[in-house]
């Protein structure tokens, strides 16, 4: 009975040459593949690494003179060797805001109308023409806005915010056309397919259940998109948002070309103004100085900060909404 139990259990056993072999071989292929993208994602943060190292490297000089003052500093002298991030900072983030403002509630509404109310052939047809248009390239953006933008602020659009508005501080003194206003709202016109294309994407993830479950209770068929599959979305969406700030504040040639380049702080939207991709972009050549070259270096470094700060808050918070009841688990 022994060597009959022994002589099964040999015939029972795989040869060592067959489907262990192979499941060996196809595992060491999993740990090439995992040793091979886990090279590829860390060579990413290798990259931003040494991004950040030459951007903090190359602005010793800067740092070394102006200290924490070159953030608040209002003086952008070259001619002295005073530098100060302030005009162009205030720049960045006030364009960015006025763009946000204007792109965000155009493209939600553009984004539900096509995920939930427009027949699927027009929403179909009409994502795929908001697509071509995030892919245009800025400086197209940037004779739209010298060329059709900036008359109409100057003529029509300018003096009737100022006639209804003026008495606030934002929407008073001069209006030359061009300003932190113009460069907003050509933003907003380059940021706001990114906003409609991936809030669209998400309203479609939504599961049908969702709607079906509210129309069966007795909801319209607005009070269901706008009540269950927004807040269903609202993560997804609130990342497009981050995603088309991530975009506004890196903008260098079509704010460049409608901004006014004037490096001052001024309450009125109507004003000139910087912001600091577009004097890196006009000064970098022009620097004689090494101090002057640095300060620009460290302009590019307050750049990547707050990109990086701005959209680590982006990610917190939309941890957060998801935490709150963004999306049910």
């Known amino acids: 009975m022994s060597t009959t139990a022994t002589t099964t259990i040999a015939h029972a056993v795989p040869p060592e040459a067959g489907p262990r072999v192979f499941l060996r071989r196809l595992r060491n ?23 950040v190292y030459e951007l903090w490297a190359n602005s010793h000089l800067s740092r070394a003179k102006f200290g924490w003052m070159f953030f608040w500093t209002r003086t952008w002298d070259p001619i002295f060797d005073n530098f100060g991030a302030a005009p162009f900072i205030y720049g960045t983030l006030v364009t ?22 427009a027949p699927r052939r027009v929403s179909d047809a009409l994502a795929f023409l908001i697509d071509l248009l995030a892919a245009v390239p800025s400086v197209i953006y940037g004779l739209l806005g010298i060329f059709i933008v900036v008359p109409l602020m100057r003529t029509t659009l300018g003096p009737a915010l100022k006639g209804a508005l003026g008495f606030l501080p934002f929407f008073s003194g001069p209006n030359y056309g061009v300003g932190f206003l113009t460069a907003g709202i050509i933003l907003a ?39 269950v599959v927004v807040p269903w979305a609202r993560s997804g969406i609130m990342g497009s948002v981050f995603l088309a700030l991530a975009r506004a504040l890196g903008e260098t040639m079509a704010v460049t070309m409608v901004i006014g380049n004037d490096p001052r702080i001024s309450a009125s ?3 000139p103004g910087y912001t600091i991709a577009a004097v890196i972009a006009n000064e970098f050549t022009e620097a004689t100085g090494d101090l002057y070259l640095s300060a620009l270096i460290e302009l590019g470094l307050v750049l990547f900060l707050l990109t990086f700060i701005l959209n680590g808050l982006a ?14 688990a």
């Open 29 to 51: 292929g999993d740990e090439v593949a995992h040793v091979l993208t886990l090279i590829f994602a860390a060579g990413i943060l290798l990259i931003t690494s040494l991004l």
């Open 96 to 117: 960015s805001v006025v763009s946000l403002l204007i792109a965000v509630p155009l493209g939600l509404a553009a984004a539900i109308f096509l995920a939930e109310l």
């Open 189 to 227: 016109l380059m940021v706001v397919p990114f906003i409609i294309s991936v809030s669209r994407e998400v309203l479609l993830t939504v599961p049908r259940e969702q709607r079906e479950a509210a129309l069966a209770l007795g909801a319209t068929r607005w009070e269901a998109t706008w009540q």
């Open 269 to 271: 939207l109507f004003a």
């Open 315 to 328: 990610r917190l918070l939309i941890a957060a909404t998801e935490r709150g009841g963004g999306r049910p």
